[in-house]
T-cell receptor
């Protein structure tokens, strides 16, 4: 079955540590995204990538980093520079089709808690 | 730039109808609608493109008013399974730009 796999589902981190969240898709989608979800805030864009080896910052990129070395993979690193990292993180992918953004397929999410 | 959704929350009894609105301060190129159940990933409902079309499947439909920079989601004869948080995602220019999501509308359907 095609889809997006995020891991880990739950993660606990001590202050000052970097953590990496994994996102893998087998949908052959060109575009991948990372969103952060906080209660009452909706989904806010962290980073996105429309092609391998290229990515752009979203609205809240500070304290995060990404890489896109393979089409299938778009890992997110939450660095110690992120002041308030406790949140639910969602990875998504979509086809690049025509001139409008296609349907987003989301992973199950990763819940990060900083102790 | 974040679209504004209203209402923030609504409680319905089974069989009642609801309307969720999504308004933007900028001209919209497309609007997406997603539903997220508690603890799960958002699931796509539909896309509306510039042109004022209306779409729907089953008892859920949506409209897109270009002039008002607004989209509305209509839920008819609500079922318990409609409960969840509904998000609109907007695209203000062509070119596969990332969606900007509203804060969501929490819908609770009770028996």
């Amino acid at each position: 079955d095609g889809g997006i796999t995020q891991s880990p589902k739950y993660l606990f981190r001590k202050e000052g540590q970097n953590v990496t969240l994994s996102c893998e898709q087998n949908l052959n989608h060109d575009a991948m995204y990372w969103y952060r979800q906080d209660p009452g805030q909706g989904l806010r864009l962290i980073y996105y990538s429309q092609i391998v080896n290229d990515f752009q910052k979203g609205d809240i990129a500070e304290g995060y980093s990404v890489s896109r070395e393979k089409k299938e993979s778009f890992p997110l690193t939450v660095t110690s520079a992120q002041k308030n990292p406790t949140a639910f993180y969602l990875c998504a992918s979509s086809m690049v089709q025509g001139v409008h953004t296609g349907e987003l397929f989301f992973g199950e999410g990763s819940r990060l808690t900083v102790l | 730039q974040q679209p504004v959704q209203s209402p923030q929350a609504v409680i319905l009894r089974e069989g009642e109808d609801a309307v969720i609105n999504c308004s933007s301060s900028k001209a919209l190129y497309s609007v997406h609608w997603y539903r997220q159940k508690h603890g799960e990933a958002p699931v796509f409902l539909m896309i509306l493109l510039k042109g004022g079309e209306q779409k729907g499947h089953d008892k859920i439909s949506a409209s897109f008013n270009e002039k008002k920079q607004q989209s509305s989601l209509y839920l008819t004869a609500s079922q318990l399974s409609y409960s969840g948080t509904y998000f609109c995602g907007t695209e203000i220019t062509a070119g596969n730009t990332p969606l900007v999501f509203g804060k969501g509308t929490r819908l609770s359907v009770i028996a």
